[in-house]
């Protein structure tokens, strides 16, 4: 009997044993699926201060698909767009031309905090970095993603037209 309560007595302490590791496995591998997620705290500031000036700076008002086609032709000839706006089925650009990207970029519009989020996610796991995200006063959001090795000259450029970086949180 001593022997069967003992025998006992260590399988209850090794099952305890074993469900409280996979537990702690379990546990520690939750928040790290979580941690990988990020969130936007704060969007891009847009100084008003500065309103004018990149005022000045924008392309007229155009279609979404000639927009794209000036972003070509515009970095065939060296010119980089930095920041761009869109109001419904119309956009226009602000395009530098002491800027020259190394690596890949995109630009986005999503009309959801959460497709905001969602595309955040997607560039940033593809290699890219926010540059900017600014919400618009219709409640979507515009972005500029770049290579994490055109990040900081690409923010000294909207640093000066008064769009601050995007803040983020895991």
Do not use: C, H
């Not at 209850?12 to 409280?20: L, S």
């Not at 990988?36 to 392309?59: H, N, Q, W």
């Amino acid at each position: 009997m001593g022997f069967l309560t003992y025998g006992s007595s260590v399988m209850k302490t090794t099952t305890r044993a074993v469900w409280m590791v996979l537990s702690l496995v379990v546990i520690t591998l939750l928040p790290a699926q979580a941690k990988d997620e990020v969130r936007m705290s704060y969007p891009s500031k847009v100084e008003a201060s500065k309103g004018k000036e990149r005022e000045k700076l924008f392309t007229p008002w155009m279609t979404t698909e000639a927009l794209r086609t000036q972003v070509d032709e515009k970095r065939g000839k060296g010119e980089q767009i930095v920041f761009f706006e869109y109001s419904g089925n119309q956009a226009r650009g602000i395009f530098v031309n002491k800027l020259k990207l190394t690596g890949p970029f995109s630009r986005w519009i999503m009309s959801t905090e959460q497709a905001m989020e969602e595309k955040l996610n997607s560039e940033i796991k593809g290699g890219l970095q926010p540059a900017f995200i600014v919400r618009n006063t219709s409640g979507g959001y515009t972005m500029l993603f770049v290579s994490p090795g055109d990040l900081e000259n690409v923010r000294k450029e909207l640093k000066e037209l008064g769009i601050g970086e995007p803040r983020l949180k895991k």
